[in-house]
C-alpha cells in the first residue's frame, strides 16, 4: 500500500505561482511513475504532468513552458508541481498519483485545491 499527501495549494491571482507537494509513504520502493493529475468543477479528471522512475517527463499541451514537474531522487517519495503564471483556466482540484511495479497498482492522494483569480 502506498499513502499519498498533497500539500501546497491555495489562492493566487492570475500571473502568479504555486509549489504543490506530494508525499509518499509506505512502501515507495515500489513506485515507478508519479503524476499529478486535475479537476476542475463539471470537467473529466485529466493528466497535468508526469514523470516515470527514470525522470523523463510529460505534460499537458496546456501546462506546458509553465508547470515543472520533479522528484525526490534519493528518496523516491516526494513529488512536486512547481507552477508558474497561473492562469483562471488552471483552477481545479490537483491529485497526485502513483502507480507501482513489481504489483500493479495506483493510487490517489486526496486532492488539494488550487484557485486562480484573475
Known amino acids: 500500500q502506498v499513502r499519498l499527501v498533497e500539500s501546497g495549494g491555495g489562492l493566487v491571482q492570475a500571473g502568479g505561482s504555486l509549489k504543490l507537494s506530494c508525499r509518499a509513504s509506505?512502501?515507495?520502493?515500489?513506485?515507478?511513475?508519479m503524476a499529478w493529475y486535475r479537476q476542475a468543477p463539471g470537467k473529466e479528471r485529466e493528466l497535468v504532468a508526469q514523470?516515470?522512475?527514470?525522470?523523463?517527463?510529460?505534460y499537458a499541451a496546456s501546462v506546458k513552458d509553465r508547470f515543472t514537474i520533479s522528484r525526490n531522487d534519493y528518496t523516491k517519495n516526494w513529488v512536486y508541481l512547481q507552477m508558474n503564471s497561473l492562469k483562471p483556466e488552471d483552477t481545479a482540484v490537483y491529485y497526485c498519483?502513483?502507480?507501482?511495479?513489481?504489483?500493479?497498482?495506483?493510487?490517489w492522494g486526496q486532492g488539494t485545491q488550487v484557485t486562480v483569480s484573475s
Open positions: 498519483n502513483a502507480d507501482t511495479r513489481p504489483v500493479r497498482a495506483n493510487y
Open positions: 509506505g512502501r515507495t520502493f515500489e513506485i515507478n511513475t
Open positions: 514523470i516515470s522512475s527514470g525522470g523523463s517527463t510529460e
